[in-house]
């Protein structure tokens, strides 16, 4: 079986404070791939990062920043000194080859507050 | 490009009606999907195609959805009858050469039957 959990539904931060939210998926295959996506108040999925199995390097994209870890099965997501405008639901997804289709953990949604 | 567009964003209908949601996707894109989007059950994909193939409606609720992608440019996704608890956000999303690519999503459709 596959899954995605988010555990933090929600979180408030103060502007430039950083913030991790956290994602741990199961699956029973070896190939698969995590994904996070951002959902703004305009509804739209936005794509922010797509990680394989095999690449367990961290990625920093500007203020974004991506731990993957698979010995606790973990692809947590952190927002460095976060503004107002990171206000969003955010997902994070997993797809694996054998599963053919991608399933969305909750999400969690993020207060940035000035 | 302007992205995958979703039409209409809103529609409010009465229990027993047909609603049809629209979606054009982008351009080249081989893969299209539909997702509904909950507060209950989050993000659910309910079907997927691919060149214009439905190839897995396993995610769609009952007979009283339908969806259809008559051509490369276009994609449409039937409630008949609706009802109450089909009140949610219809996301349509498309991809590139593989499952395992980032999907684009449109802004979606947020139904209301009353």
């Known amino acids: 079986a596959q899954k995605v959990t988010q555990a933090q539904t929600e979180i408030s931060v103060v502007e430039k404070e950083d913030v991790t939210l956290d994602c741990v998926y199961e699956t029973r295959d070896t190939t698969y791939y995590l994904f996070w996506y951002k959902q703004p108040p305009s509804g739209e999925l936005v794509f922010l990062i797509r990680?394989?199995?095999?690449?367990?390097q961290n990625e920093i994209s500007g203020r974004y920043s991506w731990n993957f870890q698979k010995s606790t099965s973990s692809f947590n997501f952190t927002i460095t000194a976060s503004q107002v405008v990171d206000s969003a639901v955010y997902f994070c997804a997993l797809y694996n080859t054998g599963g053919f289709k991608t399933i969305f953990g909750a999400g969690t949604r993020l207060f940035v507050k000035a | 490009d302007a992205g995958v567009i979703q039409s209409p964003r809103h529609e409010v209908t009465e229990m027993g009606q047909e609603v049809t949601l629209r979606c054009k996707p982008i351009?080249?894109?081989?893969?299209l999907f539909w997702y509904r989007q909950t507060m209950m059950r989050g993000l659910e994909l309910l079907i997927y195609?691919?060149?214009?193939?439905?190839?897995?409606d396993s995610g769609m609720p009952e007979d009283r959805f339908s969806a259809k992608m008559p051509n490369a440019s276009f994609s449409t996704l039937k409630i008949q009858p609706s009802e109450p608890r089909d009140s949610a956000v219809y996301f349509c999303?498309?991809?590139?050469?593989?499952?395992?690519?980032?999907?684009?999503f449109g802004q979606g459709t947020r139904l209301t039957v009353v």
């Open positions: 195609f691919n060149n214009n193939v439905p190839i897995d």
């Open positions: 999303a498309s991809s590139a050469g593989n499952l395992n690519t980032e999907a684009f």
């Open positions: 351009s080249g894109h081989d893969y």
């Open positions: 990680r394989n199995s095999f690449d367990e």
